[in-house]
């Protein structure tokens, strides 16, 4: 089997719990000549996909399998309908028995299909609300750190990619933007490189943000205002594919006409938030500039963690909500130090208590988490001030510096787990398991 569940996950309770909502799903289908639902059905089959999915991506090596051929799953239409359901459809077309051990047949026959498919070429036009006023040398940095830390180019759209668009307005969209990010990619779909591209694009504007931002309390005067965000993305929600460079993938063709109108509103940068790379006093160019370089020599997990880290920082610096603003702070913080072997509360408290090198944060950490342990569990929202989130951004941020630029040189995540275990260890503690470390080492050559 190309899917397979994972090993703690091969127990007799959960494959009869599959099994016995594979029987269900295709007991719901009227004909399967057509893989037509009707009525409530409807609804209760969109409700099975999804218990599925979750299903599969929690407990089997389902996601590295698409990943591996570079084609999407999930919600990606195929025809009317979605991957799930189609094989769902399929053990009733093939009139197998409903089981999840078929399930995971007609699925490993739909993975081969979708090898056959060509690889091609992806390129990915991103335009953004943000703006150098560097000078030309600094520019020529910025690009060739951005180039080398995640595969980014920063240029205007090429006169044949320009011709290929069909709305005077996307055109514009474009040409009034100083920043269009290019990633170009390779894959059998357009859909399935999309999160890469999501997290690197993210990456660097939670740099930019983490750069903007850094240790800087930010607060707002009207307490009751709907909008508590520190600052505004400043992604566009337009983008543009090309295909092997000659066909638009995105937007479809059938779209252009819709979009002439509904981008007009977004063309115009007057009122909206611009973010500024600069190296004025004050100035965000260095830090990013430091940034980069430091990303670009990280080994490719840790990379992907301090994108993923970077990118959440970027959520919770633009989070309108107060509380769930706080909330993705904590994740940061909590996700990089549960890289470490110890992963109860106590010891990632402990961890950070001597991360924190201010005192009066230091203080604040157990209350703060009691908050956030409030916030999850019991979900009391109004518990959360501003002073609240800024001390769980400062936690995330001296958290953050520590993944980028560690006190130590670290070459993979697997010495990051032992960096994380030991930093704090006492000389004494350290010596006792180094001294161990060497019996155990004399073992094992004898």
């Known amino acids: 089997m190309i899917v397979q569940l994972k090993k703690k996950y091969q127990c007799k309770e959960l494959i009869e719990e599959l099994d016995e909502l594979i029987k269900e799903a295709v007991s719901l289908f009227d004909e399967f000549s057509s893989c037509r639902v009707f009525g409530y059905n409807v609804r209760k089959i969109k409700r099975f996909e999804t218990i599925m999915l979750d299903h599969l991506i929690e407990k089997t090596n389902f996601e590295n399998a698409f990943d591996s051929i570079k084609v999407s799953y999930g919600d990606i239409k195929q025809g009317l309908h979605t ?9 009733g077309k093939k009139q197998l028995e409903p089981t999840f051990s078929n399930f995971l047949l007609v699925l490993d026959e739909r993975i081969t299909e979708l090898k056959r498919k060509p690889i091609k070429k992806f390129t990915f036009y ?62 059998r779909d357009f859909v399935s ?71 007009k509103k977004d063309i115009t940068l007057i009122g909206k938030e611009i973010w500024n790379i600069h190296n004025r006093d004050g100035g965000n160019y260095k830090r990013l500039i430091t940034i980069l370089k430091l990303l670009s ?30 909330l993705k ?34 203080r604040m950490i157990d209350g703060l988490y009691r908050k956030r342990n409030d916030l999850v569990h019991e979900f009391k929202i109004n518990m959360i001030s501003q002073q609240d989130r800024n ?24 010495e990051l787990r032992i960096l994380i275990d030991n930093i704090f260890s006492s000389k004494e503690e350290l010596g006792a398991k180094k001294s161990i470390i060497n019996k155990l080492l004399r073992r094992k050559k004898g």
């Not at 992907?304 to 990118?311: I, Q």
Request: proline share 3%; hydrophobic share 40%.
């Open 126 to 187: 991103i335009p953004l609300r943000v703006e150098s006023q560097l000078g030309v040398d600094e520019n020529k940095d910025l690009k060739n750190k951005l180039k080398k830390a995640e595969g980014i180019s920063i240029r205007k759209l090429p006169k044949k990619v320009i011709n290929l668009i069909q709305s005077a307005s996307y055109k514009s969209l474009f040409a009034n933007r100083q920043i269009i990010f290019r990633l170009d990619t390779k894959a």
């Open 193 to 263: 490189p999309i999160k890469i591209i999501d997290r690197k694009t993210s990456a660097f504007l939670g740099a930019l943000a983490f750069s903007n931002h850094l240790f800087r309390d930010m607060e707002k005067w009207i307490s009751s205002s709907s909008d508590m965000s520190i600052a505004r993305d400043p992604l566009d929600s337009h983008l543009l594919i090309i295909e092997d460079n000659k066909n638009v993938a995105y937007p479809h063709a059938n779209q252009w006409q819709i979009l002439e109108y509904d981008v």
């Open 297 to 326: 020599k990280q080994e490719t997990k840790i990379k992907e963690l301090t994108e993923d880290s970077l990118k959440l920082y970027l959520e919770a610096i633009t989070e309108k909500q107060l509380e769930i603003s706080f």
């Open 391 to 414: 001390l769980a951004k400062a936690i995330a941020e001296s958290t953050l510096l520590f993944l980028i630029d560690p006190p130590t040189k670290i070459r993979n995540s697997q």
């Open 83 to 91: 991957v799930i359901y189609n094989l769902f459809c399929q053990i």
């Open 329 to 362: 702070f904590w994740i940061v913080t909590e996700r990089i130090l549960k890289q470490g072997g110890k992963r109860n509360d106590a010891s990632i408290l402990n961890t950070l208590k001597k991360i924190i090198k201010e005192k009066h944060l230091r």
